[in-house]
């Protein structure tokens, strides 16, 4: 039986709790190691070694380093090993202030000057985006995930309708006003960026009635360039299919709620992360 682990750096945990979600695995593979759930001194020698969190701390960087050396396949989960998400938020000067006031805090691991992916400092044979990655995505992730079936975009997942004659003048705050079932979300003024997102989510949040917010990252067509190229092509869609001011668009976009998955090395131009190895 095929061995797996789960080693965890700085995240929320919320990875964890998908992957323990997609109860199919429990019979075709064993988890020997996964703090959360199963407790082991050290990362074994396994076949597949699953990332989540971010490189933080001087402990994350000596645990992932460690890991590596035993493993057959690592794979990156979530947006926060890959490109920032909650652990980035520490690079900001004013949380960083906050937690090194704390003399308390002396006896936790040290924070890195900035936070890092995880194919930074070691290898990767395998993304896996999503805050978190379905519990369907990691079971394709541990089987076969070339032969994973997903749209393009979000929007082909989604099911909702785009209409000509809808064409909001402002954007609509994140859960104000009430949803229309069916309709484009953009339509009704709500900023969702599920045209140039990746799909492979199976659109949960949108189909909810909740804005997509990138969390998996962009599409296969933006994927190798700049995040500016992302960005651009969700104005274009703003301006296909509203009236709202280009400036208000982008303020939005910038804002603390979609930075966290749009603006944090989530340029993979110049990296080492085709699109063949994103799930
Ligand atoms: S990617 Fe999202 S769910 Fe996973 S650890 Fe980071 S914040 Fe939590
Ligand atoms: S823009 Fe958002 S709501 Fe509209 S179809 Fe795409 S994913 Fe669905």
């Known amino acids: 039986m095929k061995q797996f682990a789960v080693l965890q750096l700085s995240g929320c945990a919320g990875c964890e709790v998908s992957l323990l979600n997609a109860e199919e695995w429990v019979e075709r593979y064993?988890?020997?190691?996964?703090?959360?759930?199963?407790?082991?001194?050290?990362?074994?020698?396994?076949?597949?070694?699953?990332?989540?969190?971010?490189?933080r701390t001087d402990e994350d960087l000596y645990k992932l380093r460690k890991a590596v050396k035993q493993a057959q396949q690592v794979v990156a989960v979530g947006t926060c090993a890959i490109s920032g998400g909650v652990a980035n938020l520490g690079n900001r000067d004013d949380v960083r202030a906050l937690f090194?006031?704390?003399?308390?805090r002396y006896h936790v691991p040290h924070l890195l000057p900035k936070s890092h992916p995880v194919d930074a400092m070691v290898?990767?044979?395998?993304?896996?985006?999503?805050?978190?990655?379905?519990?369907?995505?990691?079971?394709a992730a541990l089987s076969?995930?070339?032969a994973y079936q997903a749209s393009k975009t979000v929007c082909g997942e989604c099911g909702r309708k785009k209409?000509?004659?809808?064409?909001?003048?402002?954007l609509l705050g994140f859960q104000q006003g009430r949803v229309l079932p069916d309709i484009c979300l953009i339509n009704q003024g709500y900023l969702c960026i599920g045209s140039s997102t990746r799909g492979?989510?199976?659109a949960p949040c949108t189909r909810a009635g909740h804005p997509c917010v990138g969390c998996r990252g962009p599409s296969d067509a933006f994927i190798e360039k700049e995040s500016a190229a992302w960005l651009a092509?969700?104005?274009k869609v703003f301006a296909a299919m509203t009236d709202i001011p280009p400036d208000e668009v982008e303020a939005a976009l910038r804002s603390p709620h979609l930075a966290l998955f749009l603006f944090q090395f989530a340029d993979y131009a110049g990296t080492s992360r085709p699109k063949e190895k994103v799930l």
């Open 30 to 55: 064993q988890l020997v190691y996964m703090p959360l759930v199963v407790s082991a001194y050290d990362v074994p020698a396994v076949d597949v070694l699953l990332v989540s969190g971010g490189v």
């Open 100 to 104: 090194l006031a704390r003399e308390e």
């Open 123 to 139: 290898g990767v044979d395998l993304y896996l985006p999503g805050c978190p990655p379905t519990p369907e995505l990691f079971m």
């Open 144 to 146: 076969d995930p070339a």
């Open 163 to 170: 209409v000509r004659e809808m064409r909001p003048e402002h």
């Open 200 to 202: 492979g989510c199976r």
């Open 233 to 235: 092509s969700i104005q």
